[in-house]
Each structure stands twice: as structure tokens, then as C-alpha cells.
């Protein structure tokens, strides 16, 4: 009988182990991804400006459709379905040429008449014209940050079909679509970017915080929205936490212009009144930064310059000087878990200085607390963005110095439409089976290179 050799005992489990772990580790091809959301959208065209910006819906869009630039971590252009592109008459005129091969999911090419199309119909003040295989466009003044503006998801091209399903180039196309309720996609084996990993993706739509976190822990979701406040205490149990720089803004916003001298020292008086720093720990759970800016500080780099500290003194004073004060009411979301305990904290603060809110679920409000998912990580487009979603004058970009950014951000916060209050994180919780996911820097995520794996983290 030949002796059993230990060595080769030994060399066999290390070589199986090192094989497992090579397993465990190895890109895999399969599977189906899980997503959950509160947001319910009821279409899936980019380019609908009646369905509200979220980070979902971003999200959602870019694993269906492309754009024609996009842009990498550090914000910097890179190609997409535009090939190259050039700039003429002072940045007025720039000239995209479209990649050769590429197709809809309908299985049709996609030509430049389609692509124009399609920004047009994103973009209606946008002069978009077809040269050959190019798509050129035109603007009234120079326009330093329209490459960034086409990185959006709502400039992604579509082709749009009768049976309300558009058909992109991305990672995935459509299988089932449910307005609000259910998206069901497939890994497109044809894509031009080369097929995904994953066979598909299933998202349920207009899913509470409890009900998403639930779904994660009965491993019926692999990705699910996390509350600001609740981040803390979900990474401190263990879980997989992915949360982005502060890029979403939470403010008190008025729905009329101020109407009087009057009207503005009660606004002020508001503004001095609220203590943002005892709200973030203990209705936040510390999420978050108090912000007096409509910008981050790491978007703009001088956010830090405007106060975010209660004044009562300076409130009252202010207060003071006004002899009738009427009752406002806010609005929030009676579907945010902690808009409520807000508006009656913000309601709290202002009695103090001597004013009168009445916190209201009601759609009609003098001033709304709301959520702004700020639209890009360019601070131009992000100022602009928020701008116009809370009914302040334009804001033109200058492609100029952080000055210039300075001074239109300082010209927008005294129309007095809006008062800051913070900049929250986005946050996620993730299953260790899913990896390779990424999380942008405008909060929105991609799946289009995830996979599924073991457990293991």
C-alpha cells in the first residue's frame, strides 16, 4: 500500500479554496435584479416634463435610453451615441456625428432624424437640425454647459412609439410596463455597449421606506431606497449602505412672489427663525448638513459663507416691523415619513419669533416644504434647475468664475422664494448578492454592469 501523502492534501484544499474564492469573486452572466422605489412614474419618455425629477426616475431612464455625450466621475465628457461633436460661433452652433450601428430595440437604426426629434421634443426653445449622419444645434447666445445638458437623462434619445412604450439604445429594453406600478426590463443582447450581465431588472414602484426595507430583508429586493434619517441606524445593524454627496435640497418655498415690504421683513423673519442644527439631530438622525445655500458646498465650494444658524433676536426684530401677521400655510407630503414632524418643528420655530404657520397636506399652501432633486452635478445647470422648479427668475450661465456663480446664486435667493434648510444625501441599502453596481454623482444608480453573485460582501 503506497503512504497517503499530507502534501498533496494540503495542496488540493488550498487549490479548491482558491478556486472557490475565484468563484465568488468572477463576473457572472444571469440572474434578475430586484429594485425598489417611491416614486411612480406613469411614463417612461425622458423627455415628458409632466412626470416630477427624481433620482428613480434617472435612474431608470439610463438603463433604457442613451445620451448623446455623457460624463465621467470627474465630469468630464466622454462619447456616446455622438461619436465626436465641435462647437462654432462662440459656442451658439455645435455639431454632433452619430455612431454608425447602432439600433432601437424596435430593431430600427438610429439616424440623426430620429435624434432630433427626440431633443426637440425635450428641448422645445432648441433650433435642432439634421446634416447627414450629424445632429446640429443651435442656440440664441453662447451656451457653455449644453454638453452637460445632453449628459441629462431627459436629453436621452428615444424613439417614440404609438403604444406608449419608447424604444432607447441602452443596457435594457421594455418586457412589461405598468404605469406606477411595475417595470419589467431584459438584458438587450444586441446593444451596442455590449450585452449586460444581468438577464433583467424588476422594479416596483410607489413602495414606502418600511415596505422597501422589508422586501430587502425577506430577499424579495437587491436594491431599495433608504431614508435620510434612517441611514444611521440601517448601517449601524449591518447592511450594505451606499450613499451619495449631499445633492438633494430640502427648502421651504413660497408660491407667489413677495407682494410688499411687508410681505418680505415676514420672510426674512422665517428665514432667521428656523434652527436647522437641532432639527438635523434629532428629526435627521444627523443626516444631512443645514444649508442656507441653494448649492452644496461641494458643488459650489462657498456654501459655507451663508449662515445656517437661528437668529431669534433678529427674527423678532424683523417680525416686529410688520403690525398685521397673517397665518401661512405649508404644505408638505403626507407621504414623507418625516415631512410632517418638520413642518411642525418649522411651525415651532416661527411662533417663536412671533409668526403663525399652519402646517396642511392640502395642495394649496402659501409655502410647501419640499425635496429638490438637484439635476446635475455642473452647479450652472443645478442652480438653473432649481430655479426654475420653484418659480424663480431664470438663471443664465456664464460659464464664468465661481464670482459669477457667487452673484447669480445670491441674485436668485433674494427674490425670497425659497429658504434653504438642507442638503440631504441620497442613500441606498443593497443586497451582498448584488455587485458591481454604481452609484453617480447626481444620485441616480446604474445597473447596466451589475451581476449577481454569492452572499458574500
Known amino acids: ?77 466622454q462619447a456616446a451615441l455622438a461619436t465626436s461633436w465641435q462647437a462654432s ?10 455612431r454608425h450601428g447602432v439600433k432601437f430595440h424596435d430593431g430600427t437604426p438610429l439616424t440623426a432624424e430620429v435624434a432630433a426629434a427626440s431633443l426637440r421634443a425635450a428641448n422645445p426653445s432648441w433650433n435642432v437640425l439634421v446634416d447627414a449622419d450629424s445632429v446640429v444645434i443651435e442656440r440664441d447666445g453662447a451656451d457653455p454647459e449644453l454638453l452637460a445638458e445632453l449628459a441629462l437623462p431627459r436629453n436621452a434619445i428615444a424613439k417614440r412609439n404609438s403604444d406608449s412604450k419608447p424604444s432607447g439604445t441602452g443596457p435594457f429594453h421594455i418586457v412589461d410596463w405598468q404605469p406606477a406600478k411595475r417595470l419589467t426590463l431584459a438584458a438587450e443582447e444586441a446593444c451596442w455597449r455590449g450585452r449586460p450581465f444581468l438577464d433583467g431588472v424588476e422594479v416596483e414602484m410607489g413602495r414606502s421606506f418600511r415596505d422597501q426595507m422589508m422586501a430587502l430583508d425577506l430577499g424579495k429586493a437587491d436594491w431599495v431606497e433608504v431614508a435620510p434619517e434612517q441611514s444611521r441606524r440601517i448601517s449601524a445593524e449591518g447592511r450594505l449602505l451606499a450613499s451619495s454627496l449631499p445633492i438633494e435640497l430640502m427648502a421651504l418655498v413660497f408660491t407667489r412672489d413677495v407682494k410688499s415690504a411687508d410681505d418680505r421683513m415676514l420672510r426674512e423673519s422665517l428665514a432667521l427663525s428656523v434652527e436647522r442644527g437641532s432639527i438635523r439631530s434629532v428629526l435627521l438622525q444627523g443626516a444631512g448638513q443645514p444649508a442656507a445655500s441653494i448649492l452644496p458646498n461641494w458643488l459650489s465650494g462657498y456654501a459655507f459663507v451663508f449662515p445656517t444658524d437661528a437668529d431669534l433676536p433678529r427674527a423678532r426684530h424683523a417680525r416686529e416691523q410688520v403690525r398685521t401677521i397673517p397665518t401661512w400655510s405649508v404644505g408638505y407630503d403626507g407621504s414623507d415619513p418625516v415631512a410632517r414632524l418638520l413642518a411642525e418643528r418649522i411651525a415651532l420655530n416661527a411662533r417663536d419669533a412671533g409668526l403663525s404657520l399652519q402646517p396642511t397636506t392640502a395642495n394649496a399652501a402659501d409655502l410647501r416644504l419640499v425635496r429638490i432633486s438637484l439635476a446635475s452635478p455642473d452647479p450652472w445647470i443645478a442652480l438653473a434647475n432649481a430655479a426654475a422648479l420653484t418659480g424663480m427668475p431664470p438663471v443664465k450661465s456664464t460659464g464664468g468664475s465661481v464670482e459669477d456663480l457667487y452673484a447669480a446664486e445670491q441674485a436668485a435667493l433674494a427674490t425670497q422664494r425659497i429658504i434653504p434648510l438642507f442638503h440631504l444625501p441620497v442613500s441606498y441599502a443593497v443586497a451582498t448578492t448584488l455587485k458591481n453596481w454604481t452609484l453617480r454623482r447626481d444620485g441616480s444608480w446604474s445597473l447596466a454592469d451589475a451581476w449577481i453573485g454569492s452572499g458574500k460582501p
Not at 39 to 56: E, K, V
Not at 89 to 98: D, S
Open 1 to 77: 500500500m503506497r503512504p497517503f501523502d499530507w502534501r498533496w492534501l494540503v495542496v488540493s484544499s488550498l487549490l479548491a479554496g482558491a478556486l472557490a474564492a475565484d468563484a465568488e469573486t468572477r463576473t457572472q452572466y444571469g440572474g434578475t435584479a430586484h429594485v425598489a422605489m417611491r416614486a411612480a412614474p406613469t411614463s417612461l419618455d425622458p423627455a415628458d416634463g409632466t412626470q416630477p425629477d427624481s433620482f428613480a426616475r434617472r435612474s431608470l431612464t439610463m438603463l433604457m435610453f442613451d445620451t448623446l455625450v455623457t460624463t465621467d466621475e470627474n465630469e468630464h465628457v
Open 89 to 98: 460661433t462662440g459656442n451658439q452652433r455645435w455639431q454632433f456625428r452619430l
